[in-house]
């Protein structure tokens, strides 16, 4: 009979269990834009508990090291040739090292990219000040994210299909309990953990567990936005007086220069009303719009407006990029008391005045 020996340890098992339900919830949170922070601290999470692996990789204890994991292209070869009667292996088998392997490496460049376009495209986290250099190319580290976080489900699956197949057929090792144990019946001497493995393990297991609750719970530089509430009445009173009078103040970023340039030169024929201003004023009011058009806007609507004209409307609501994001909501909402209208964006953006678009702010009523 075979000896019942202790492989993984209660650190290793718990990164283990806490790396499957953080990168649950990202999978969970990843096309709901609403939901964003949460992807995002959980993401800050997954690279707290990507760091502590690493470091487990040199000081952890016999089978979590690095060093103890047979990365032979040759063994693996031979290993999987002989999958039917294997070599047996107390810790990871070359197969399942280089699938392990492989998981902690795209998982750290899938948290590194991630925060690099949260930074960047949306302006917030520890990379926001990189938002002003490489917002025109904000989509890029968006896609090498998709494509790792699509090649780490890859890896996922290779990985739960092999401890699938050990299961089929080497059941008596209990390769899969032991993920819940930390047991083999195996012929094989138990781990024991030092006083440094216990501490560094529980430092970094309860920094993982912490960073998304209190990211979520407070306001924290991980999720700090550069951008801020802008005062229009401060910067130009003119532009406030004569454009919020009548309806929502649109931020200078949601429309490019030659639109505003068209809007301002037809004011007599305002979306059918007369809107006249006198010339002084007029003047000063198209300067401003100019100046802070979208072109010279550095946050992730402005640049999407751009992107999707194909000339030049005077209203946000004739963009392509406003009919693509508003396409699946229902159009009774727009002819509901609290909104009225599709250029009401007020009625759900409620910080649009101040000049902030976010996903996280919007409040759709109910038709």
Not at 141 to 158: M, N, V
């Amino acid at each position: 009979m075979k000896h019942r020996a202790l492989i993984w340890s209660l650190p290793t098992r718990i990164f283990h269990w806490l790396l499957v339900l953080y990168i649950l919830i990202m999978y969970i949170t990843s096309d709901e834009d609403p939901l964003l922070r949460v992807h995002a601290a959980f993401g800050y999470g997954i690279g707290v508990l990507i760091l502590f692996r690493v470091i487990w990789g040199f000081i952890g204890p016999k089978y979590s090291k690095f060093s103890d994991w047979p990365l032979s292209i040759k063994e693996a070869l031979e290993f999987t040739k002989n999958i039917f009667n294997p070599k047996v292996y107390a810790g990871h088998n070359p197969a399942a090292s280089f699938v392990m392997l492989g998981i902690i490496i795209v998982t750290l460049l899938s948290v590194i990219t991630g925060v690099l376009a949260y930074g960047i495209q949306e302006g917030r986290g520890i990379f926001a000040f990189l938002n002003s250099s490489f917002f025109k190319e904000m989509e890029i580290f968006k896609e090498i994210h998709e494509a790792l976080s699509t090649l780490l489900l890859i890896l996922i699956g290779a990985h739960i299909g092999g401890v699938a197949v050990d299961r089929v057929l080497h059941k008596e090792v209990g390769t899969l309990h032991s993920i819940f144990t930390g047991f083999k019946n195996i012929d094989a001497k138990s781990v024991n953990l030092s006083s440094l493995q216990k501490v560094v393990a529980t430092l970094f297991l309860s920094v993982a567990i912490l960073t998304p609750i209190v990211t979520l719970s407070f306001a924290t530089p991980l999720t700090k936005s550069i951008y801020k509430p802008i005062k229009y009445d401060k910067e130009l009173s003119s532009f406030v007086e004569e454009c919020a009078s009548c309806h929502t103040l649109y931020p200078p970023f949601t429309l490019p220069a030659k639109s505003w340039k068209k809007l301002m030169a037809g004011l007599n024929n305002h979306f059918g009303d007369d809107a006249s201003l006198d010339e002084a004023t007029r003047v000063e009011i198209e300067k401003y719009l100019v100046k802070n058009s979208a072109e010279h806007s550095t946050k992730e609507s402005a640049v999407y407006i751009l992107q999707s004209l194909k000339n030049y409307p005077i209203a946000i609501t004739q963009t392509p990029f406003w009919k693509k994001t508003h396409k699946d909501i229902d159009k009774q909402i727009f002819k509901s008391k609290e909104v009225k209208s599709k250029a009401n964006c007020k009625a759900c953006h409620k910080d649009i005045e101040k000049g902030i678009i976010e996903d996280r702010n919007i409040e759709i009523p109910k038709a």
